[in-house]
């Protein structure tokens, strides 16, 4: 059975900070592609960031420079920090696994994010 469980999210207000972390079992962790997506209200969900099995990553433009996609392939787990929080961070945001440079395989539950003006 596969799980992506998500944690980390929360209530902040503009500019501070917040780490997302995602678990994983079930699935051979170290060959997928870990992403992070988000969805705000009334909004698609959009992909943030990406990092591939070697650690390469990739970035959505407005967040580049702001958040850090990473994983560990001894927990199983991958992050996103998330620095200099803008209200327009607001969302709920899903870990997502697969093959695929945009991987969409499989789900987390999601964690709310709140960023306050």
């Known amino acids: 059975q596969v799980q992506l469980v998500e944690s980390g999210g929360g209530l902040v207000q503009a500019g501070g900070s917040l780490r997302l972390s995602c678990a994983a079992s079930?699935?051979?962790?170290?060959?997928?592609?870990m992403g992070w997506y988000r969805q705000a209200p009334g909004k698609q969900r959009e992909l943030v960031a990406t990092?591939?099995?070697?650690?390469?990553?990739t970035y959505v433009d407005y967040v580049e420079g702001r958040f850090t996609i990473s994983r560990d392939n001894v927990k199983k787990t991958t992050y996103l920090q998330m620095n200099n929080l803008k209200p327009e961070d607001t969302a709920v945001y899903y870990c997502?696994?697969?093959?695929?440079?945009?991987?969409?395989?499989?789900w987390g539950q999601g964690t709310q994010v709140t960023v306050s003006s």
């Open positions: 997502a696994a697969g093959a695929s440079s945009s991987p969409r395989t499989f």
């Open positions: 079930g699935i051979n962790f170290r060959l997928n592609t």
């Open positions: 990092i591939t099995r070697d650690g390469t990553t």
